[in-house]
């Protein structure tokens, strides 16, 4: 590729053209590696505002290297001089740009902001985008978030990989997955990460797991489905107390109760069917028998047939330390955790993963995506028991999975729509990983949404593996990032044991000047010692 010492070109340009934190800017913004910018055509930078043109006169070869990576599909070069000559080269890579492919993520969430790092730094993707995306992906530059599309319109999700050459979608939320969109998007011949909805099913409907799990043999909590309050009431004051409530349908990870009184589990069964707390998602209630125990999360890539697993992780559900308070999303993970040990995996692998994958492939609902598994290390036995079945990544769980995975994530995925996962392996990082997530205060009951979070970009910079993934920030009117109701980020770090992690990640968390957010300061806390936690650790 030649060219003069300098030259002038104007272009259609995404995120890779900026590398990291620039896909969105407006005027007077600067973009580092490059001389000069006079706003003058349309760049595709902030997808609400419309498209943005840059007259760029570039000074020096590295320009060019950088202007590469963009596929032809979405980078256009118009000479304003004789040089330079662009085009979408993958050498730097050793992939052939067959294998190079432009990926749309669905969602908005810290979990998608970790997938679109993961593919972003793919050698097999030559562009990420992201719908909706959030304020935190677009700063950072890791995804070109295309916030004005409609993700639940299947066809205008179609219509988009159409225009933009889309070769692989990956759904990040259980509702679109639920809600069909893999079915869409695969009828309409793009390759899609995720399940259909017949096989969604798993986590759409508890009743429907549960029942799977009776007919292929597979552990997990005795339990009993009702529709009517009183019957549901008579069964719990057979049982007694501790007991678990779930609504059947999907709930934003706060379906289940654990009730530890009988009338905590009367008051449960009422807000689900009789004050309709759930809406449609407590058609039905799941009573299930309390297990006690050490929780973990077990996911697999599962492409119909076959299945890999992925490396272990734990979550933290209760909003408050010492797992007090009432359920959440997730309030914190780490990776790798310590009590799934390797015998315990490949119990999880031929007893709960490979018949539910068999089982789903014989009810004629063959299962594509990653099978989550929430699992109770159960204490009487100390063995695995599936509690819950989900058909996405975790959230948090994905985030310190994608902070570990040294693998090619697209390529990965890509043979899991194809079918082609067998003989498949993993790389992971040696660190350990652990997310944080700080939330609106009041979560998860009522939380204010609205407030300003400051300091984020020297709460990244305590250490070169912290990593602050967004979920739902949007900017006010000054250029502040502010937080939506509920869980806002996911302050993510490395180190060479679970405490330096730790250590790292809640240094972040003291960097940040968010009043309106609180946090859990004890994550980790079943793997570490109990000294290293203190009242305040963040």
């Not at 900026?18 to 913004?29: P, T």
């Not at 309409?188 to 799977?212: C, N, Y």
């Not at 159960?378 to 040294?406: H, T, W, Y």
């Not at 509920?486 to 250590?503: D, M, S």
């Amino acid at each position: 590729m030649g060219m003069a010492s300098t030259a002038a070109s104007s272009l259609l340009v995404s995120q890779k053209l900026f590398h990291r934190g620039h896909s969105r800017f407006g005027l007077g913004s600067s973009i580092p590696g490059f001389s000069s910018l006079e706003l003058s055509c349309r760049f595709s930078g902030s997808w609400n505002s419309g498209q943005l043109a840059a007259h760029i006169i570039w000074n020096s070869k590295p320009h060019l290297k950088n202007a590469r990576y963009l596929p032809s599909s979405i980078f256009s070069c118009a000479n304003r001089t004789s040089e330079p000559s662009v085009s979408a080269d993958s050498s730097h890579t050793g992939v052939a740009a067959a294998e190079r492919v432009v990926v749309l993520v669905i969602g908005e969430g810290a979990r998608e902001h970790a997938l679109c790092c993961a593919l972003q730094r793919s050698p097999s993707s030559s562009a990420v985008f992201c719908a909706p995306g959030n304020a935190g992906i677009s700063k950072a530059g890791d995804a070109t978030c295309v916030s004005d599309l409609n993700i639940a319109d299947s066809s205008a999700v179609i219509s988009f990989c159409r225009k933009w050459g889309v070769g692989l979608v990956v759904v990040g939320p259980e509702a679109r997955l639920v809600a069909g969109l893999t079915n869409d998007l695969v009828k309409a011949g793009i390759l899609t990460f995720g399940p259909t909805v017949e096989a969604a099913a798993l986590e759409g409907s508890k009743d429907f797991m549960k029942s799977l799990c009776n007919k292929y043999n597979i552990p997990t909590a005795k339990y009993k489905t009702f529709t009517d309050p009183s019957a549901a009431k008579k069964y719990i004051n057979e049982e007694g107390a501790p007991i678990v409530v779930k609504a059947d349908g999907l709930a934003d990870g706060k379906g289940a109760i654990v009730a530890m009184t009988l009338e905590e589990a009367y008051e449960a069964i009422d807000l689900i069917l009789v004050m309709g707390g759930f809406g449609s998602a407590g058609s039905k209630v799941i009573v299930e028998e309390y297990l006690e125990g050490e929780e973990a999360s077990f996911h697999a890539l599962v492409d119909g047939e076959n299945a890999i697993a992925m490396e272990t992780s734990q979550d933290h559900k209760r909003v408050g330390d010492g797992d007090t308070g009432p359920n959440t999303g997730g309030m914190g993970a780490y990776s790798p955790a310590p009590i799934l040990t390797l015998e315990l995996q490949s119990f999880v692998m031929e007893s709960i993963i490979l018949p539910i994958v068999k089982g789903m492939a014989v009810e004629g609902r063959k299962f594509v995506g990653v099978l989550y598994a929430g699992l109770m290390i159960e204490k009487k036995s100390g063995l695995p028991k599936m509690i819950e079945c989900n058909v996405r990544f975790g959230d948090p769980e994905c985030q310190v999975l994608m902070a570990r995975l040294e693998s090619d994530l697209t390529q990965v995925l890509l043979a899991a729509c194809k079918g082609e996962l067998r003989g498949l392996t993993l790389e992971w990082a040696p660190e350990f990983a652990m997310v944080v997530v700080m939330a609106s205060k009041g979560y998860p009951v009522a939380s204010a949404s609205g407030t300003v979070i400051r300091n984020l970009e020297a709460a990244e910079a305590v250490a070169p593996s912290v990593k602050i993934l967004h979920a739902g920030t949007t900017f006010d009117s000054d250029g502040n990032f502010v937080a939506g109701r509920g869980r806002a980020l996911g302050v993510t770090a490395k180190g060479r044991n679970l405490e330096e992690a730790r250590q790292r990640a809640y240094q972040a968390v003291e960097t940040i000047n968010w009043p309106g957010g609180f946090c859990r300061h004890d994550i980790g806390w079943r793997a570490l010692p109990k000294n290293q936690f203190t009242e305040k650790s963040g």
